[in-house]
T-cell receptor
């Protein structure tokens, strides 16, 4: 019974490159959330998705960031033209359809921008 | 603006003592409240959820909720060094859409 799977665990990019972070929710879960965490800080909500729908992207920067959760395959968080300030841990969480509000987190992707 | 506040700590307690972690939230419409534990370099792990006023106990953990005061707390009895971690308070600020807002976390250190 696999949990929330994120890959890669560590991602190194140079400034200006693109970063793609992947998240496969737990089996039976249809809701995916992305959070960003800077060192010694809390989790900052970025986006909430269901299959083929973005429900809430109020935490996403207006430029360079996008997210999708296609009908088939993992959810993708895409960061274009990365800058050093994008360096952070990015966590994905999933939850089942209505009736259970608990979030279960993946192990995260540590993005380092050189 | 929906906010969740916690004392960042560090909170230091001796082994065997009770650790008390506090959280306040701004949205009176919040319905669901959660405590997560996060070890350094690891992902958050759910340890408690609470939905109605009062106390909820699970082993050494007790969550307390007071919606009138917009206050939720976590008590850890018989604290162990393995409890040393950052504790994140999370609030679901919507009935639908499940917008979870996390506090900045309180770093707990249990001294042997």
């Amino acid at each position: 019974n696999a949990g929330v799977m994120q890959n890669p665990r560590h991602l190194v990019r140079r400034r200006g490159q693109e970063a793609r972070l992947r998240c496969s929710p737990m089996k039976g879960h249809s809701h995916v959330y992305w959070y960003r965490q800077l060192p010694e800080e809390g989790l900052k909500f970025m986006v909430y998705l269901q299959k083929e729908n973005i429900i809430d992207e109020s935490g996403m920067p207006k430029e360079r960031f996008s997210a999708e959760f296609p009908k088939e395959g993992p959810s993708i968080l895409r960061i274009q033209q990365v800058v050093r300030g994008d360096s952070a841990a990015y966590f994905c969480a999933s939850s089942p359809p209505q009736g259970n509000e608990k979030l279960f987190f993946g192990s995260g992707t540590q993005l380092s921008v050189l | 603006q929906k906010e969740v506040e916690q004392n960042s700590g560090p909170l230091s307690v001796p082994e065997g003592a009770i650790a008390s972690l506090n959280c306040t939230y701004s949205d009176r419409g919040s319905q669901s409240f959660f405590w997560y534990r996060q070890y350094s370099g690891k992902s958050p792990e759910l340890i408690m959820s609470i939905y109605s006023n009062g106390d909820k106990e699970d082993g050494r953990f007790t969550a307390q909720l007071n919606k009138a005061s917009q206050y939720v707390s976590l008590l850890i009895r018989d604290s162990q060094p393995s409890d040393s971690a950052t504790y994140l308070c999370a609030v679901n600020v919507r009935n639908y859409g499940q917008n979870f807002v996390f506090g900045p976390g309180t770093r707990l250190s249990v001294l042997p």
